[in-house]
């Protein structure tokens, strides 16, 4: 598409199929809470492949068979229809990755005709970026409920990161918000066959995620968080992404309210619990309804829950008992291990180093059989971070 000359209603429409179906992507989650950048919404700061990229984020099609109650690409819904062709979504990429506006490609779309009819459109322009225009950087494909084996196994072999979209923790909840799907026989046997050639080896895929619509279906945040461990343990799953919902009009829950954000958040913090920390699932709190404490982070609520276990001696705490401690994760628990093996730690600014944040953590710890003083001034907090 680099040198392809189009008249300029041509550009003008294409520019537009570009914009729409880049805002059609939003539902799908790339980085929590994450937006697009400003003049162009359709690309997304995201992590991928271990680093920070931008990411070109695009539906193939928004014109859906789906009659999903929460989603804007809904059949019967009144709004414009786009879709890309192969050739020409695959051009769209490549321009931008030749500007150096994009380093990698989020491909999904919606249901068009049938999901194997879309699958094998979205196969056909991802076979065009890596085979026609030697594309080695990363892409992450969407794959389509039903779809037939043999465009999952072209899939894992084609892309670096695969994923299809469970939407809700159960199937009750999920008949719900989309009664045209059936978790068992829709999105659970592409999901396992992915991981199987995944764990085999085959093709360039290192990785599999899911995501759920929060707060659609009435489900609970046990429920949702319950659903992710079987997934990192039975399937080995890379990790899951929580889409808060947001009503749209001319759905049938456009006077449902939007979920908040915060709920979000706290779904990340104690989904990072499950997948960093060694927690289980039966250690995070709940309220009485099976929902997270908005009030506190679920590392806190569990530290508050245990006083016999606190506060901890850091010269002496071996790493899975630091990582519970509220401002210290992982990479700051390794930090603190190492000083301490070369010179007993004995003060607060030794801890700040190692990158403890003693606000949370003063109440929990002792440097030499002291307390910590708490951190008098702010200090940097990403609820969403791995190593608070």
């Known amino acids: 598409m680099g040198t392809t000359l189009y008249p300029p209603q041509q550009k003008l429409d294409f520019a537009r199929k570009i914009a729409e179906l880049g805002k059609a992507a939003e539902g799908d989650v790339l980085v929590p809470s994450g937006r697009g950048v400003a003049n162009l919404p359709w690309i997304y700061p995201a992590s991928a492949a271990g680093k920070s990229m931008p990411i070109f984020k ?5 014109s859906c068979q789906n009659n999903c109650l929460y989603c804007a690409n809904r059949s019967g819904r009144d709004f414009p229809r786009y879709s890309f062709s192969p050739d020409d979504l695959a051009g769209a990429f490549i321009e931008m990755y030749d500007r150096g506006l994009v380093e990698g490609i989020f491909l999904s779309s919606a249901i068009e005709g049938s999901p194997g ?3 094998e459109q979205m196969l056909q ?3 065009i970026i890596r085979l026609r225009h030697k594309f080695k950087g990363y892409i992450h494909l969407k794959m389509m409920p039903r779809a037939n084996l043999d465009y999952i196994q072209r899939a894992v072999e084609l892309a670096d990161r695969v994923s299809i979209n469970l939407e809700a923790p159960s199937q009750s909840h999920l008949k719900k918000i989309s009664p045209n799907k059936n978790i068992e026989q829709d999105l659970l046997p592409q999901m396992k066959y992915a991981q199987e050639l995944i764990q085999k080896g085959v093709g360039m895929c290192r990785s599999q995620t899911t995501q759920f619509v929060v707060g659609a279906s009435g489900e609970s945040d046990r429920e949702i968080l319950a659903a992710c461990s079987f997934l990192y343990q039975r399937l080995e799953l890379s990790r899951c992404y929580f889409s808060p919902f947001r009503p749209i009009a001319g759905t049938p829950l456009e006077e449902t309210p939007p979920t908040s954000l915060v709920r979000e958040q706290r779904l990340y913090q104690a989904d990072i619990l499950l997948r960093k920390y060694g927690f289980k699932l039966e250690e995070i ?3 009485g309804g099976g929902n997270i404490p908005l009030d506190v982070d679920p590392k806190m609520a569990w530290a508050r829950r245990h ?5 901890l001696e850091v ?3 071996e790493f899975g008992e630091l990582v519970r401690v509220p401002g210290i994760g992982p990479r700051t628990a390794w930090h603190l291990l190492k000083m301490r093996a070369k010179n007993k730690l004995k003060s607060a600014a030794e801890l700040r180093l190692a990158g403890t944040r003693l606000r949370p953590a003063a109440p929990f710890i002792l440097v030499g059989g002291q307390k910590v003083e708490q951190a008098t001034q702010p ?3 990403s609820c969403l971070s791995l190593f608070w």
């Not at 006083?307 to 506060?311: A, D, R, S, T």
């Open 58 to 62: 695009v539906l193939m099609s928004n």
């Open 285 to 287: 709190v709940f309220d």
């Open 379 to 381: 200090e940097q907090n």
């Open 117 to 119: 009819r879309i699958m």
């Open 315 to 317: 010269n002496t705490a």
């Open 125 to 127: 322009a991802v076979e």
């Open 307 to 311: 006083p016999e276990l606190f506060p």
